[in-house]
């Protein structure tokens, strides 16, 4: 059974300063892995996805990398801003989605 | 393009009823999952329907069940409502032009069901 860990489960810093989000996961037999963002009472926005071959994706401010022989995965943020405050949810795909618990992100103004 | 929908937003039931929600996904794409996020468990899978198939099906009682129809729109039925069953329920859809697992996954805002 896939085990997905975030690690911190909370994160307070500057405006900005970069944010540095880990996750790792028992099982390296996956075919992608995506981020999310998630903000209170809402749906999941898609941030990034990384195929299972590739080592990491960048979208703006954000880069993903993928490790999947060691089973991790770490979203960088650079230069965070008060709209970066929201929970960030890491998904590893092996014909479903299983996430982690999630990173709760704060940036002060 | 419009997103992925669903239907409706917040839904109180009392113990004993059921429920049916609805998800319309993205125009084209093919595969819709559904979600259950609750504070204790987090987002756990519940099926994945494919072309009108059950394609995967997560960790939950028979209770819960699902339907995908001829233009992709999705149905979840749960019956006999717990007071555990109270969660979002999250609707993803995905294009999955180059088979399966192969796309990003798009969520829809979510069905807010409370069981009293």
């Known amino acids: 059974k896939q085990e997905v860990t975030q690690i911190p489960a909370a994160l307070s810093v500057p405006e900005g300063e970069n944010l540095v989000l880990n996750c790792s996961f028992t099982d390296s037999a996956i075919y992608n892995l995506q981020w999310f963002r998630q903000d209170p009472g809402k749906g999941l926005t898609s941030l990034l996805l990384?195929?299972?071959?590739?080592r990491e994706q960048t979208s703006g401010r954000l880069n993903a990398s993928l490790d999947k022989s060691s089973g991790r995965s770490t979203l960088y943020i650079a230069a965070s801003q008060p709209g970066d405050s929201a929970t960030y949810l890491c998904a590893v795909d092996d014909y479903k989605l299983s996430f982690g618990a999630g990173t709760t992100v704060t940036v002060r103004a | 393009k419009a997103g992925v929908t669903q239907t409706p937003r917040y839904l109180i039931k009392t113990r004993g009823q059921q429920v049916t929600l609805s998800c319309s996904p993205i125009?084209?794409?093919?595969?819709v999952s559904w979600y259950q996020q609750t504070p204790g468990q987090g987002l756990q899978f519940l099926f994945e329907y494919f072309s009108e198939t059950q394609r995967n099906k997560g960790n939950f009682p028979g209770r819960f069940s699902g339907r995908q129809f001829s233009n992709s729109r999705s149905e979840m039925n749960v019956s006999t409502l717990e007071l555990g069953d109270s969660a979002l329920y999250l609707c993803?859809?995905?294009?999955?032009?180059?088979?399966?697992?192969?796309?990003?996954?798009?969520f829809g805002p979510g069905t807010r069901l409370t069981v009293l």
């Open positions: 993803a859809s995905s294009l999955e032009l180059s088979g399966p697992s192969t796309d990003t996954q798009y």
């Open positions: 990384i195929q299972s071959s590739q």
């Open positions: 125009s084209g794409h093919r595969s």
